[in-house]
């Protein structure tokens, strides 16, 4: 008997600085509408393309994420979608239609994960992250379905900034940039770099 019972005293002192950390555990969902911009690419010039493309998005995201005393761990998913006019051989080919502009439509989905250090002041949470992101990419050009492709792992790095709104809302705003590792298929790829700016709701769950 008195040997369980230290047994149990040892297991009980073994998990005291784990229970702690569960109750001092922030976790929390969250939900923005955000705006992507990828820098202008100059790869291709007239007679390849019209115009040097760059682009703006829209679209939107979601975060489960856990802040455990100073270290925070996050997931999301961030998608958006953008529209360009474009004309030029690598759009119609090379030939009588080589004038004629297209609508091309990109939608561009990240697969995130970070791990990051939180700072904490009395209503203001930040949050610096870095992790890597899986993309994946499609396109449309005139209404049609022309490449599909995933691009491989990229490194993402991040600040997630919440102002208390409520005990357990926050109000978030927060960006994200990822360096593309993308073999370039004509213009209809993803440019090297892409920069993600979000506004939006965190509600914590504990």
């Not at 929390?28 to 393309?49: M, V």
């Not at 609508?103 to 990051?116: H, M, N, P, V, Y």
Request: glycine letters at 12%; charged letters at 15%.
């Amino acid at each position: 008997m008195p040997s369980s019972l230290l047994v149990m005293f040892v297991a009980g002192c073994a998990l005291m600085p784990f229970q702690a950390a569960a109750q001092d555990a922030d976790v929390a969902i969250a939900g923005t509408g955000l705006l992507s911009i990828e820098p202008i690419e100059d790869k291709f010039r007239s007679p390849y393309l019209s115009a040097q493309i760059g682009r703006f998005g829209t679209g939107f995201g979601t975060e489960f994420s856990a802040i455990i005393r100073r270290v925070a761990i996050a997931g999301e998913v961030t998608t958006s979608k953008d529209e360009l006019i474009v004309s030029g051989r690598l759009v119609n080919g090379s030939g009588p239609n080589e004038g004629r502009a297209a609508l091309s439509i990109q939608r561009q989905t990240f697969l995130t994960f970070l791990g990051g250090f939180a700072t904490k002041g009395p209503n203001t949470r930040a949050v610096l992250l870095g992790g890597l992101s899986k993309v994946f990419n499609r396109h449309w050009r005139d209404g049609i379905g022309t490449t599909t492709f995933a691009v491989p792992w990229s490194v993402t790095t991040g600040l997630d900034v919440t102002f208390r709104a409520a005990a357990r809302v926050g109000v978030l705003a927060n960006a994200r940039y990822t360096f593309l590792r993308v073999p370039y298929d004509g213009y209809q790829t993803a440019d090297d770099q892409v920069l993600q700016i979000g506004a939006g709701v965190r509600i914590r769950l504990n």
